[in-house]
């Protein structure tokens, strides 16, 4: 269910909108900044789908360190690009397959022991591993199986444990494929100016998904409050590594909005520094939040996010010659 849902309703600021083509601006767009991630995207998937083929079976066992190599490098390609909500990955749930988070009762260690206990082995068909539970089949649950120290000690037969594991695997590689190849083959995203409307938005929404869900969800209010196991990636020690890549992935998008008429430096200046700050924090941040002389520094953070997000709310419809409407964070 959708569990999030803000309105960032900005009306066009400024004595005058930039006139811009839409359709231009769009080929350029997809050109240098979705179909590249895409296709890294892809390539990462395919990678992995790779080294569960050859790294993981139940006579030999599984090559942890070569598979959890493979995952972070999939998963870092996915924090380059998730913010895109538009297009070819808002098709058959494929946002949600990719990665279940934020995630709610247990969902994704549900959906594993679901796969773990069943009885046949037609489940892992990719077929039908597509019609099982989403929160079964993503990132956020191989991440529980590579990384996860109750599921690693746990008696899984190893053969279970590598059917999994491939299942998602092949399921992340065929969605990733899919979604590059479609955008290659110029999707229909309906009318200029909308689609327009819409990227920005996305592009407006990863500030929440980054100051709401991923830092003030797990700081809380007090250091007392602090919930440290809500954080993305903590099991892989990835907590920070996601941020600052969803943080570059805004920089570079806003870069293409950039242009001698339209100087947007100060959003980018924010930027860097929100940046800066993020690179200076541990792989996993969250065990901060709990500590009240460290807590300063996500604060910090959540500071320099929301003051790039209010520059940005200003820029980017001026930029673009729009009105951004609402934007949803779907979560289970």
Not at 195 to 200: C, E, M, W
Request: with cysteine; net charge neutral; hydrophobic share 45%.
């Amino acid at each position: 269910m959708r569990f999030l849902l803000i309105a960032i309703v900005v009306a066009t600021v400024g004595s005058q909108a930039y006139a811009i083509d839409n359709t231009a601006f769009l080929k350029k767009t997809s050109a240098e900044f979705i179909i590249p991630r895409y296709d890294a995207l892809r390539d990462a998937m395919e990678r992995q789908r790779a080294a569960w083929q050859t790294s993981c079976d139940g006579a030999s066992g599984a090559n942890r360190a070569t598979l959890r190599t493979s995952f972070k490098a999939a998963a870092d390609a996915w924090s380059s690009i998730e913010f895109i909500r538009i297009g070819p990955i808002s098709k058959n749930n494929r946002h949600e397959r990719m990665a279940h988070w934020p995630e709610r009762k247990n969902a994704v260690g549900k959906a594993l022991t679901g796969l773990t206990n069943r009885d046949d082995g037609e489940v892992f068909q990719p077929r039908r591993f597509s019609e099982t539970s989403v929160a079964g089949q993503g990132l956020s649950a191989l991440e529980r199986l590579l990384f996860d120290d109750g599921m690693l000690s746990s008696n899984m037969p190893v053969g279970r444990y590598c059917a999994i594991g491939r299942a998602i695997a092949g399921s992340l590689a065929t969605i990733a494929s899919d979604v590059a190849g479609e955008w290659r083959q110029s999707p229909d995203l309906g009318e200029p100016r909308e689609t327009v409307t819409r990227l920005a938005t996305d592009l407006l929404g990863v500030y929440q998904m980054v100051g709401d869900l991923k830092l003030e969800a797990i700081m809380g209010d007090s250091a007392e409050r602090a919930r440290p196991a809500l954080a993305e990636g903590w099991r892989s020690g990835r907590t920070t590594h996601a941020i600052v890549l969803n943080l570059r992935s805004i920089e570079a998008f806003m870069q293409l909005i950039s242009d001698p008429a339209n100087d947007n430096g100060s959003v980018l200046g924010a930027l860097a520094t929100a940046i800066r700050i993020a690179e200076g924090l541990p792989a996993d941040f969250a065990p901060l939040a709990e500590d009240p002389r460290q807590r300063y520094r996500l604060i910090l953070l959540l500071d320099a996010v929301r003051a790039a997000r209010d520059l940005s709310l200003a820029f980017v419809p001026q930029a673009l010659g729009i009105t951004v409407g609402f934007n949803s964070l779907d979560g289970d």
